[in-house]
């Protein structure tokens, strides 16, 4: 046998002894990484935090259901915030807003003052859920706000506007005002909201299957 020869045996007994060595077999599907990280409490915490950076805890939420099941008729998903400074301190905008609708309305005000608007999430043992808005201008409310809410404890809510819809920002007072009297109907209830438009959201749609929330009837 010759030197080269020798050679390509080596290899070969090197190739076959690797091959025969104990060990998991794992190959990552197309598309998916192929591990997972882990994230200790403290990465958790840290991410958390910079997850609620600038955002504002809200007040609460709800959903407004219309009378009757007329065509165009679709719930209306409500955001409460509080109505003093630790909303109006970090989002400035939102007092404008409130100002306006005071003068103009809620549909007239929706149609003045477009506002940009999306979720995104955290999960994790407390999951988050944040509303964005970006008011672009050259209305005076121009900057940007984010809405914080403790997502598991509107489990029951999120089906309402997971697929997109209008939401209605508000305060307890206001609303409380608007609807509380004989004859209040839901339109009264809008009077009380700025009023946003949303698309579907990937991230609740998430969210709700990671931790079994309702799902909208229409997709059970």
Known sequence: MNREERRRAERAARRNRMGQEPGPSFQAPAGRIARAAVFSPADE???????????????????????????????????????????????????????????????????RMPVATSWSGMSGSSPLVKLKLGFPGPHPARGSADLVLLADQYAELWQYIVGGGLIGVTTQQRLEKATNHPGASFTDGLEACVLLGIGSSPVLEELMHLYRWPQPTSAV
Do not use: C, I, K, W
């Open 45 to 111: 915490e840290r991410q958390r935090q910079d997850f609620l950076a600038g955002g504002v805890f809200a007040d609460g939420a709800g959903v407004m259901f219309p009378e009757g099941d007329g065509p165009g008729l679709s719930p209306v998903f409500v955001v409460y915030v509080h109505d003093d400074e630790r909303t109006f301190g970090p989002a400035p905008q939102l007092r404008t807003a409130f100002d306006l609708l005071d003068e103009m309305g809620s549909v007239a005000l929706h149609e």
